[in-house]
T-cell receptor, first 116, second 112 residues
């Protein structure tokens, strides 16, 4: 148990569906992240939120829409996805104070997404 | 862009032997490094970290070595156990970006 909970663990959706991924952290952290993990590729940073404000959007297509209502919750809204979007989506949190070491990430178990 | 890379995609080690997983980084401004372990069906888990003002740091059965001269990072696992089988990632932080950049990972296979 890392203190970061993601739901659902698995998701299968069609290209016309709309779904949302949920992440909750119980660590009192200030920063939350969405990462995409595809086979044989490095972890790809998608979005960063610090104190509920989006501080980074790593050129992510608009079919992925993040939402951060508070420092403990993070959502990723999905619509009209493509088959190449199939991947493991990982949520993470960090202290986010800007000091060296505060960027240490604590990951959830991920949502394995399959787009048909 | 900066890159964090790994020399070997798969490492096979006999149970009880020591494992060494290597990582090369290219950003000389990186001042903080982390090793993560990812088991099947789970997210990456923190193993050990090291700051650039250190050459070596030890944990329980794990040691991280940092060679800034050649921009090389290694993770040593002593007396490797079947439970150590996983993918290991190194990550670096340039300090200014305040975010981590990950390598592609090395799969460690422990044979009996």
């Amino acid at each position: 148990e890392t203190g970061v909970t993601q739901t659902p663990r698995h998701l299968v959706m069609g290209m016309t569906n709309k779904k949302s991924l949920k992440c909750e952290q119980h660590l009192g952290h200030n920063a939350m992240y969405w990462y995409k993990q595809s086979a044989k590729k490095p972890l790809e940073l998608m979005f960063v939120y610090n104190f509920k404000e989006q501080t980074e959007n790593n050129s992510v297509p608009s079919r992925f829409s993040p939402e951060c209502p508070n420092s403990s919750h993070l959502f990723l809204h999905l619509h009209t996805l493509q088959p190449e979007d199939s991947a493991l989506y990982l949520c993470a949190s960090s202290q986010g104070t800007g000091q060296i070491g505060s960027e240490k990430l604590f990951f959830g178990s991920g949502t394995q997404l399959s787009v048909l | 862009g900066e890159s964090v890379g790994l020399h070997l995609p798969t490492l096979s080690v006999q149970e009880g032997d020591n494992s060494i997983i290597n990582c090369a980084y290219s950003n000389s401004a990186s001042d903080y490094f982390i090793w993560y372990k990812q088991e099947s069906g789970k997210g990456p888990q923190f193993i050990i970290d090291i700051r650039s003002n250190m050459d070596k740091r030890q944990g329980q059965r794990v040691t991280v070595l940092l060679n800034k001269t050649v921009k090389h990072l290694s993770l040593q696992i002593a007396a490797t156990q079947p439970g150590d089988s996983a993918v290991y990632f190194c990550a670096e932080n340039t300090g200014t970006a305040s975010k981590l950049t990950f390598g592609t990972g090395t799969r460690l296979q422990v044979t009996l």
